[in-house]
C-alpha cells in the first residue's frame, strides 16, 4: 500500500472514530514531514506496554492525534505488522511536572480491529476508562497545596507569588471565576487569578462571592502558613488546609 493510501486510511478512520466517541472529540493528522511534532507526540504517549513496543522497533512516522475539548488527547498509530487494524494509545498531559505522575499507572494503549464504529466502543469501555481515571490522579496531584472544591464550595488559596488559585467542581463557578478575571490551565484545570493590582484582586474576590451564594455555592478562602489575606476579602471565610501525602511518579 502506498504511503498516499496509508495516510488516507489513518485520517478516515480516526475521523470516524473521533465521531463515535463519548463527549466531543476532533482528529488531526501528523503526516512525516511534521517530524518536530511527532517528535514531541512520541515522548508523550503515555504507555509502558503495547504501544512502547511497538514504537521501540518502528519509529514514529504519522499518526491521528484525537482531542477532547478538556485537554484530552489520544493518538491512533499503524500497526506495522501483517494485521489489520492500528494502535492507540493516551496522551500524557505536557504542562504537569512530574511529580504529579509518580505513583499513577500508565493507561496502556490497546490495538483496534480494522472498523472504527467496533473499535469506538473498545476505546469507551477500556483505553478511555483507564485514561480518565489517570487524568483525573495526575491532575489533582499536580494541585500540591490547593485543597479540591467541592459542587457547594469553592475553595480560594492563595498562593506565595500572590496570586489566587482554584480548582471548581462544575462549569457554573467556573463561569463566574472567569468573568471576574480568573484564567484556566488547561492542562491541570486550576483556575489563576494573579495579584500584580492587589485593589483589583480584592474587588473580584468581593463580586465572586455573592454571584456564587446565588448559585448556592459557598466560598472559602484558604491561608497558607505566614500569609495573611488583604482585609478588603475578609468576608470570605477561611478554610484550614487539609493534611496532604506526598506522591510519586513513574511513566
Not at 478512520?13 to 518536530?36: I, M
Request: hydrophobic share 40%; proline share 8%; with cysteine.
Amino acid at each position: 500500500m502506498h504511503d498516499h493510501d496509508t495516510s488516507e486510511r489513518l485520517a478516515s478512520y480516526a475521523d470516524v472514530l473521533a465521531g463515535e466517541l463519548p463527549d466531543t472529540w476532533t482528529s488531526s493528522h501528523l503526516p512525516a514531514d511534521a517530524k518536530d511534532d511527532l517528535a514531541e507526540l512520541a515522548d508523550r504517549i503515555w504507555d509502558l506496554d503495547l504501544v512502547a513496543a511497538s514504537l521501540a522497533e518502528h519509529p514514529l512516522q504519522q499518526a491521528a492525534v484525537l482531542s477532547r475539548q478538556d485537554g484530552a488527547q489520544l493518538v491512533l498509530l499503524d500497526r506495522n505488522d501483517e494485521r489489520d487494524g492500528f494502535i492507540i494509545a493516551a496522551v500524557a498531559p505536557h504542562a504537569l511536572p512530574d511529580e504529579a505522575f509518580r505513583g499513577v499507572p500508565e493507561p496502556n494503549g490497546i490495538a483496534l480491529a480494522d472498523d472504527p464504529f467496533l473499535s469506538a466502543e473498545q476505546v469507551a469501555g477500556d483505553l478511555l476508562a483507564r485514561y480518565d481515571a489517570a487524568l483525573a490522579q495526575v491532575r489533582h496531584n499536580a494541585l500540591g497545596g490547593i485543597q479540591p472544591s467541592q459542587p457547594d464550595r469553592v475553595v480560594l488559596t492563595w498562593q506565595p507569588d500572590g496570586s489566587i488559585a482554584t480548582a471548581p467542581a462544575d462549569d457554573r463557578a467556573s463561569a463566574v471565576l472567569v468573568a471576574h478575571g480568573f484564567v484556566q490551565d488547561p492542562q491541570s484545570g486550576i483556575y489563576r487569578l494573579d495579584g500584580d493590582d492587589t485593589q483589583a484582586q480584592a474587588r473580584a474576590l468581593c463580586e465572586i462571592g455573592p454571584r456564587l451564594d446565588a448559585l448556592g455555592i459557598g466560598t472559602a478562602l484558604q491561608h497558607p502558613a505566614g500569609r495573611t489575606a488583604p482585609t478588603t476579602a475578609a468576608s470570605v471565610p477561611p478554610v484550614p488546609a487539609g493534611p496532604r501525602t506526598p506522591t510519586t511518579r513513574s511513566r
